[in-house]
């Protein structure tokens, strides 16, 4: 058995920076900064957003998963790798590559 | 002045050890405050924390608090607090502790006890497991 909870992971690669699922978060814990750009192409030009940062504030998470449920784009997911305590609470504040899942990491 | 009893709050009243680590001279108070409390007390049932020897003097205190701080209960941390007597830290059990968890934007929630106390460790979780708290309560007294 775990000694703590789950950990949610962040797929950086497929996450399009809808914003639904800070939206969604009961507690608004998750805090994504974005920009756009325009890419020229044959047709008309495309605008895309990407990604600047993505953060989990663990310090007021409730583990609900809501997050994860509500992604469009299963960019979210559980991972079994721990949150575990820290000594401050900027120390719970998970950026993009804090959150990478380790098994991704394993598979390159 | 105020209505509230605070016997039951008082941190300083029963404290704990950890299972299985006699070497390891913390005692463990526990000043529950909402569902947090809970994990507590299923730590002490499920025999991760057994009753602290009286005879035995703690090298130092940690004082649990688990769960939702309110600003008409900040005097009772504070007491709880003042009440442990010797070296001492807090450790913010979950999510209300940490940061007022879920109701942070209540106008009745402190946002984190540590704008009260100081705060020497955060265990996430809404509620953390037990597991998690007593894991919490060794890396302190290992880095005392
Ligand atoms: S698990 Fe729940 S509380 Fe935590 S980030 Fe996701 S939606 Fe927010
Ligand atoms: S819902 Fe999914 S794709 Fe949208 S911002 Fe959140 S993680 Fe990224
Ligand atoms: S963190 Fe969650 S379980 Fe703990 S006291 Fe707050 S609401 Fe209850």
Redesign the interface.
């Known amino acids: 058995m775990s000694d703590a909870h789950a950990f949610i992971a962040l797929d950086s690669a497929a996450c399009t920076s809808c914003l639904v699922c800070a939206r969604e978060c009961p507690d608004w814990c998750i805090h994504i900064e974005q920009h756009s750009e325009t890419l020229a192409g044959d047709g008309r030009p495309r605008t895309v957003k990407l990604l600047d940062s993505f953060v989990i504030d663990w310090s007021s998470c409730m583990f609900c998963g809501i997050c994860i449920e509500v992604c469009p784009y299963d960019a979210l997911s559980w991972a079994p790798k721990p949150v575990v305590a820290e000594s401050t609470r900027a120390g719970l504040a998970y950026g993009i590559s804090e959150l990478a899942d380790p098994k991704m990491d394993d598979e390159g | 002045m105020t209505a509230i009893d605070m016997t039951g709050l008082r941190g300083a009243g029963r404290t704990y050890a950890v299972t299985g680590r006699p070497g390891l001279h913390v005692s463990v108070a526990n000043l529950g405050l909402a569902c947090c409390a809970v994990e507590f007390g299923s730590a002490v049932t499920r025999g991760l924390l057994e009753p602290a020897d009286p005879t035995l003097e703690p090298e130092m205190t940690v004082l649990v608090v688990s769960g939702t701080l309110t600003h008409r209960l900040t005097p009772a941390l504070v007491e709880a607090w003042d009440a442990v007597v010797g070296p001492r830290v807090v ?1 913010a059990l979950g ?1 209300c502790a ?5 109701y ?1 934007d209540s106008y009745a929630v402190v946002e ?1 006890i ?1 704008s009260v106390v100081p ?8 509620p ?2 037990p ?2 708290l ?3 309560i060794v ?1 302190l007294a290992d880095a005392s």
Do not use: F, M, N, Q
């Not at chain 2, 705060?119 to 809404?126: K, L, R």
């Open positions: 450790l999510a940490t940061s007022g968890g879920p942070w984190g540590d705060v020497a460790s955060y265990v996430p979780g809404c953390p497991r597991e998690a007593v894991a919490a890396s």
